[in-house]
């Protein structure tokens, strides 16, 4: 049998509908990927998660934090292909919709930046590292992610051959 | 005596991002902090200066898995500050979306957080194909949750983020062929969802501590739309009186808010709803349930999960029953002039009550608006919870036992972080 592939899904500043639509993905694909994907770091799946080479990473959600922009160069310095999924990853918005607030309601909001130590603005993925595949949508289409999977699962079998 | 400091620096299985602190010296539990650790997005301010109409596919990004809760809790507020009194076949059209949405999230949330608790595996798709029960909870859940879901996309479009139901009624309507199919789709999941019932109304977990419940019940019928705010004490609370009963409680640790109601903390939820209103379920899922029907009602956590998996089968029959008695035209959405309103939306979302509120000018903009969730409202129950179960364990417990009883504690709640962390703070004057 051929090796698994290593999956990780990780969830930064969004409303995790990614999450939910792989969820629902799996619905009519759960027998193909419980073959052929090992799903080594999805903190919304499992509580043992292992962050070491991973074969494809997925991230949602944009970058609010140093915390955050440390753990995304982690995950990449540990990952072959690395994907941002959904608004959020790729353009950064709607999460980061306090970097256009106006003056006055950034000033309002100034104290709870400050208290969680949050980034002054909002970083979309590409911001903090190279990305090989961008998947858009709020949230992803189904079929578009499906696609974009088939050919990274293609293209990392083509390279391990 | 036990002596240590316990944190999980980061909650799994769970919908969004959390952390948990007990502080534990010479066995008595010194502190308990549930920190809700989602960077907040802000959303309360984003919605002022943004037309009315908008704000439902905004505040839909509050959270994935509960948007339609939210877009529909967006809707009714803007309704109500609107004077627009939906069709009859609009409420209907309602319903059926929270059907869908009772349905898909908490069916991920029995079958792919909880029950690897139960059958101690450390997730869902680990399920072995090979064991008998097993490979027939792996089959049973996504055909429940497909069900779910294709009932969603037939009435609202889509499961997350819907976008047919808007301010004044649908912009899209169900055809014959699909209704057909999500009829069909039911009906076959239908005896899976027996089967979910049947596992937790075994389950053996339990944690029984007093405490107030509360929700919206509808008069007539177990509903998640309309209806009074009821507590287990016996309180009827108007929608519009919400602002009066709840007490907003800043808990520095946390990005989220946590509220009390006038006796302290209070839990929301499907359990809730069950203990409040379980003679209203659809006639179908009593005549398949009387037994179970009377663990309820009840102060044990666990039950939650019981309640929800109750909850799918309502909601299963409660849509079987409209889409077999229903057909559906189309209608022109409802406008009505803007004016300067205050407007109030309260639904059950599948965590419990969730609140918007807007004040509405009369340029059709919104100048200031509120949004309580659920996970905020159950927060403090949660910590007292944890604290109380945390004593209970300590004489016998190791410190690994404690954490895993803690985890699953946290997991019956079903909190969403998404949706408690990203507002500023309310304004209650």
């Not at chain 1, 003056?103 to 911001?127: H, N, T, Y």
């Not at chain 1, 595949?133 to 992610?145: L, T, Y």
Request: glycine share 4%; with cysteine; net charge negative.
């Amino acid at each position: 049998m051929d090796k698994k592939i290593k999956i990780g899904w990780f969830s930064f500043s969004c409303c995790e509908d990614n999450t939910v639509i792989l969820t629902e993905i799996m619905n009519d694909h759960w027998q193909d990927w419980k073959k052929i994907f090992e799903f080594r770091h999805a903190r919304v799946l499992k509580s043992e998660n292992i962050l070491d080479e991973l074969d494809i990473a997925f991230i949602e959600g944009a970058i609010a934090s140093e915390w955050h922009a440390e753990r995304l160069k982690e995950i990449r310095g540990k990952s072959k292909k690395l994907v941002a999924v959904g608004a959020c990853a790729v353009v950064g918005m709607p999460a980061g919709q306090r970097n256009y607030f106006s003056a006055e309601q950034k000033q309002e909001i100034e104290f709870l930046v400050a208290r969680f130590s949050a980034l002054p603005k909002v970083q979309k993925v590409r911001d903090v590292v190279n990305v090989d595949a961008e998947i858009p949508g709020c949230p992803i289409e189904p079929s578009v992610f499906l696609t974009a999977v088939d050919s990274l699962v293609r293209e990392l079998k083509a390279g391990a051959a | 005596m036990h002596t240590f400091d316990l944190k999980l620096d980061e909650l799994t299985k769970v919908e969004g991002s959390a952390q948990l602190e007990v502080k534990v010296k010479d066995g008595k539990v010194e502190r308990v902090e549930f920190k809700i650790t989602e960077f907040k997005r802000f959303f309360t301010k984003a919605l002022e200066g943004k037309p009315i109409i908008a704000l439902p596919q905004l505040l839909a990004r509050i959270c994935g898995t509960c948007s339609n809760a939210h877009i529909l809790a967006s809707i009714e507020a803007a309704e109500h500050a609107l004077q627009i009194e939906p069709t009859e076949q609009t409420k209907i059209l309602r319903d059926l979306t929270m059907d869908g949405l009772i349905i898909r999230d908490h069916a991920l949330h029995l079958y792919m957080f909880v029950m690897p608790d139960l059958v101690q595996k450390d997730a869902f798709l680990d399920f072995d194909e090979n064991i008998p029960f097993e490979n027939q909870m792996l089959h049973d859940a996504f055909e429940i949750k497909a069900a779910g879901n294709h009932l969603a996309t037939l009435v609202a479009g889509r499961s997350v983020h819907a976008q047919y139901p808007v301010v004044g009624g649908f912009n899209h309507f169900p055809d014959e062929k699909g209704t057909r199919e999500v009829i069909q789709k039911l009906e076959a999941a239908r005896p899976a969802v027996l089967r979910l019932i049947e596992v937790f109304s075994k389950c053996p977990f339990s944690f029984d501590r007093k405490t107030h419940f509360m929700a919206l019940v509808p008069k007539d019928k177990y509903g998640f739309i309309d209806g009074k705010i009821i507590s287990s004490e016996g309180e009827a609370i108007e929608e519009d009186d919400y602002r009066d009963h709840l007490e907003r409680v800043v808990l520095p640790y946390s990005q989220a808010s946590a509220y009390k109601h006038e006796r302290g903390s209070y839990m929301v939820g499907a359990l809730s709803r069950m203990n409040l209103a379980k003679e209203l379920l659809h006639s179908n899922t009593k005549k398949s349930l009387s037994k179970i029907l009377e663990s309820f009602s009840s102060t044990d956590i666990f039950k939650t999960n019981l309640a929800q998996a109750i909850e799918i089968l309502h909601c299963l029959d409660h849509a079987l029953e409209v889409l077999k008695t229903n057909k559906f035209r189309p209608e022109e959405i409802i406008k009505k002039s803007a004016r300067d309103a205050v407007g109030v939306g309260v639904v059950e979302a599948p965590r419990g009550t969730l609140y918007h509120m807007y004040k509405l000018e009369s340029n059709g903009t919104v100048k200031s608006g509120e949004v309580i969730v659920p996970t905020g409202q159950n927060q403090i129950n949660i910590e007292e919870d944890i604290y109380e179960m945390v004593e209970r364990l300590l004489p016998a417990m190791t410190q690994d036992q404690i954490q895993f009883e803690i985890e699953k504690l946290i997991r019956a709640y079903d909190p969403c972080m998404s949706c408690a962390a990203h507002f500023l703070k309310v304004n209650w004057s």
